[in-house]
């Protein structure tokens, strides 16, 4: 089945660049999915970041967007995440994810079926 | 701040049916259907609820979901202590170009 492998650098310096990498694995990032970022500082609730389609398609979290870009690269299968001019409020846990993103006559159904295990980010100098 | 409302603590004990509220607006729960995660210590969230009141296969019945105007509830029959965990609720809003918000989470306490 689909498996959601993050990585990247455990540590930024404040005014820097987050960069992390999202690798999925059992599947093609190609298929009719979208794939999100969520993050959770320490002890706090989650938060979307934003998210992805094949084609390049992107939608970001309206508090996040001036500083966020959300790639994709189907040659390896991954998609990643740059989070620029991080503060201390950046530090948290960020997720990677598959949703599925449909219109229906029921509104929009967002359901974030498969989840990376996560990677801990802390800003600091 | 989020923008979806939950309690952010409710228990129960073994056996009991507790349930958690989550309050939002028209251009989310109103418009839009109900995903509910639950989060266990040190773990990632894993899909509980979608769609108001579906259960991904391997979900036990008795976690229940339901949506009435612009509230969802969660609803939990049988209260085992491995249910002891953070929930919380998700939706699309349909705001400035849409995007996806979630609650502040319920942490879950089994007595």
């Known amino acids: 089945q689909v498996q959601l492998q993050e990585s990247g650098p455990g540590l930024v310096k404040p005014s820097g660049t987050l960069s992390l990498t999202c690798a999925v694995s059992g599947g093609s990032i190609s298929s009719s999915n979208w794939w999100s970022w969520v993050r959770q500082p320490p002890g706090k609730g989650l938060e979307w970041i934003g998210e992805?389609?094949?084609?390049?398609?992107?939608n970001y979290n309206p508090s996040l967007k001036s500083r966020v870009t959300i790639s994709v690269d189907k040659s390896k299968n991954q998609f990643s995440l740059k989070l620029s001019s991080v503060t201390a409020a950046d530090t948290a846990v960020y997720y990677c994810?598959?949703?599925?993103?449909?219109?229906?006559?029921?509104?929009?159904?967002?359901?974030?079926?498969?989840w990376g295990q996560g990677t801990m980010v802390t800003v600091s100098s | 701040q989020s923008v979806l409302t939950q309690p952010p603590s409710a228990s129960g004990t073994p056996g009991q049916r507790v349930t958690i509220s989550c309050s939002g607006s028209s251009s989310n729960i109103g418009s839009n259907t109900v995903n509910w995660y639950q989060q266990l210590p040190g773990t990632a969230p894993k899909l509980l609820i979608y769609s108001n009141n579906q259960r991904p296969s391997g979900v036990p019945d008795r976690f229940s979901g339901s949506k009435s105007g612009t509230s969802a509830s969660l609803a939990i029959s049988g209260l085992q202590s491995e249910d002891e965990a953070d929930y919380y609720c998700a939706a699309w809003d349909d705001s400035l170009n849409g995007f996806a918000v979630f609650g502040g989470g319920t942490q879950l306490t089994v007595l």
């Open positions: 994810a598959r949703d599925l993103l449909d219109i229906t006559i029921f509104g929009v159904v967002l359901v974030f079926d498969i």
């Open positions: 992805i389609y094949h084609s390049g398609s992107t």
